[in-house]
């Protein structure tokens, strides 16, 4: 009669340990931004990426099993520990506090390997303005420059399956400032414009007063003429002397 024996309450942590690192495989790919020449590959919010064809046919999983990317920011990738569970699953508006976040939720029946090329296969990430910050797998834009880093996770129904490396970091494009804005412009630079403005309204308030004070002299036809009148008593006096 054979016994079954339990295995020794030392040996239990290092069982439990084995058996969760072997249930999440890794695959030996790296997330790639895409390399056709694309409009807006790489913008201020958002960044295109190939998807990742082939890599999940020998994984075991079911073709409704959900595959995430997951976005991090590129100093908090130590800190990212898979959820057991979809409920579990960090949705952008957690990014700040916890660095990392899950979207593009979909199956491997999308990237499988060995189909045309004629079609554009990429994803494209943050490119959803609309979705809520608070549901899961929502794509919403990226808050800043990065860098980021990116990687693919698979789940069944108990847990995480399999994961991606890392990606490089990720650089997304920053607002460029034009010299005619107010923030470019320097202080002596400032400084020249307000003298200059002063400069011109004192000359202007002199050109005025020129104009005002500077007025033409008259003709000597423009100038009034006094007439002569001949008084009565003054031809009575004259006719008097004459006689």
């Known amino acids: 009669m054979g016994l079954h024996q339990r295995p020794s309450p030392l040996l239990m942590p290092l069982l439990l340990l084995a058996q969760c690192g072997a249930g999440l495989e890794s695959i030996g790919y790296v997330p790639q931004l895409s390399s056709a020449a694309l409009l807006g590959r790489l913008t201020q919010s958002t960044f295109t990426l190939e998807q990742p064809l082939g890599q999940f046919e020998n994984v075991s999983l079911s ?3 959900p595959i995430w990317l997951v976005v991090a920011h590129s100093n908090a990738t130590q800190n990212f ?3 057991q569970k979809v409920e579990n699953i960090h949705a952008p508006a957690s990014f700040d506090r916890n660095g990392y976040y899950l979207t593009l939720r979909t199956s491997r029946v999308h990237y499988q390997g060995g189909q045309s090329g004629s079609q554009l296969r990429i994803l494209r990430v943050g490119n959803d303005t609309k979705c809520s910050l608070k549901s899961r797998d929502c794509n919403s834009p ?7 880093r990116v990687k693919f996770l698979a789940m069944n129904a108990k847990g995480p399956v399999a994961e991606t490396e890392w990606s490089e970091e ?3 494009q920053q607002a460029q400032t034009f010299p005619g804005s107010p923030g470019s412009r320097s202080k002596s630079t400032v400084i020249i414009i307000v003298f200059s ?3 011109l309204a004192v000359f202007l308030a002199l050109l005025i ?6 007025t033409p002299a008259s003709s000597p036809e423009e100038q009034v003429r006094v007439r002569r009148y001949h008084t009565h008593h003054m031809d009575s006096l004259r006719v ?3 006689s």
């Open 209 to 214: 007063s020129a104009c005002c004070w500077n």
């Open 63 to 65: 073709d409704p099993d």
């Open 240 to 242: 008097e002397q004459s």
């Open 170 to 172: 990720i650089y997304l």
């Open 142 to 148: 990226l808050p800043g420059a990065g860098p980021y």
């Open 81 to 83: 520990t898979a959820p």
């Open 197 to 199: 403005s002063i400069f």
